[in-house]
């Protein structure tokens, strides 16, 4: 488990709210639905396994909280349904929908069948959609709300993971189509689309330190962690964030700075040669 960032914002920020987070038992949901705990919100918990939902419930009833953990799959309309009637019958309201919850393996594009395909598309872009629908359908576009998509940094594609790409860049245009059409509705929708984050989720990627620093050009040097996505992810789904809507921010350290050209060695070269004529005159 990551260990929890300090508090950063006022402790009455969500009172009053009530929050669902998809995969929140684990990795940045999980920071997530504790964060917005401590800021005064009921969380909804929801993920597949019982353990890691169950134990993040506990811990935000420790912060004197109201909290539920529902076992779900995102894939499964029928699972959300009954998400949402338990929901109803707990809270009678929902104010806020991270959908979070989401996950593919790395590959060749050449080596991926189409079933591997479809399992990616359905976890991350029809998982988000049915979830969106569900939640506007029972609660949103009657009191409005606010809904955060976690992508990932797809606008330039993503090597290895064609079918994520595919599924993340869906999702970046059906929130940017929904945060058009449910406007009038209040609800807002955005996404954070994290760079590398520490989380237990990343351990199912074989990646050493010193390989990830030379190949991932974040120029701060060092991955991200839990509590730099729950601090956007906050911001946007509270009263902080309410005249911002169809956006994507990425939380990603500079990763994609370099998408137009690096620089660095160009950089390099000029000092070089400004440096060369004195060198010369020794
Ligand atoms: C070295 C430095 C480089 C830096 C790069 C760093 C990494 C960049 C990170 C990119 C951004 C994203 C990061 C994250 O998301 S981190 C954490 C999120 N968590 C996960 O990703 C979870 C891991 N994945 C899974 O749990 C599962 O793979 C998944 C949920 C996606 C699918 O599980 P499901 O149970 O639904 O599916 P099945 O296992 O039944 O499989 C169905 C078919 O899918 C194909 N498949 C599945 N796994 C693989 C695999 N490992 N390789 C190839 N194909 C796979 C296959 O067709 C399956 O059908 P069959 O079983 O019949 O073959
Ligand atoms: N860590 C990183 O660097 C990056 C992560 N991301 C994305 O951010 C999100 C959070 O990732 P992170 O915290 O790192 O990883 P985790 O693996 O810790 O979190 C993913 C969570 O999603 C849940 N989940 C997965 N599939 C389903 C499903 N079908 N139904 C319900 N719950 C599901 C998992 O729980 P369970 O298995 O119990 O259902 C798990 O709690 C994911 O969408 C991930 O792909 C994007 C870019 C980078």
Same mark, same amino acid.
């Given at each position: 488990m990551q260990p929890l960032p300090n508090m950063r914002f %006022?402790?009455? $920020? $969500? =009172?009053s709210q009530v929050a669902l987070v998809t995969?929140? @038992?684990?990795?940045m949901g999980r920071a997530t639905a504790i964060e917005m705990a401590r800021c005064g919100a009921d969380v909804v918990v929801l993920g597949r396994r019982a353990e890691p939902i169950e134990d993040c419930a506990k811990i935000i009833r420790e912060l004197g909280r109201k909290a539920v953990a529902i076992s779900t799959d995102i894939r499964l309309p029928d699972q959300i349904d009954s998400a949402m009637l338990r929901i109803k019958d707990e809270? @009678?309201?929902?104010d806020i929908l991270v959908n979070n919850a989401g996950g593919q393996f790395v590959t060749p594009a050449r080596e991926l069948n189409n079933k591997g395909f479809e399992t990616v598309i359905r976890n991350n872009l029809i998982g988000s959609w049915q979830m969106t629908k569900a939640v506007a359908d029972h609660f949103m576009l009657e009191h409005g709300g606010s809904i955060v998509f976690v992508t990932a940094c797809v606008r330039s594609g993503l090597s290895g993971f064609v079918h994520t790409a595919a599924a993340r860049g869906g999702v970046l245009a059906m929130m940017k189509t929904l945060a058009f059409e449910w406007a009038e509705f209040g609800i807002r929708l955005n996404c954070v689309a994290p760079g590398t984050i520490k989380t237990e989720?990343?351990?199912h990627y074989p990646i050493d330190p010193e390989q990830w620093l030379k190949l #991932?050009? #974040?120029?701060?040097g060092h991955m991200g962690d839990v509590g730099d996505i729950s601090a956007a992810i906050i911001f946007l789904s509270s009263s902080l964030g309410?005249?911002? =809507? *169809?956006e994507e921010w990425y939380?990603? *350290?500079?990763? =994609? $700075?370099? $998408? %137009?050209?690096? %620089?660095r060695q160009m950089i390099d070269a000029v000092k070089f040669s400004r440096r060369e004529p004195a060198v010369l005159k020794k």
């Open positions: %006022a402790p009455d $920020l $969500l =009172t995969g929140g @038992g684990t990795g809270f @009678g309201r929902l989720g990343m351990d #991932n050009r #974040n120029v701060m309410k005249f911002v =809507t *169809g939380i990603d *350290g500079g990763e =994609t $700075l370099h $998408l %137009a050209h690096d %620089a």
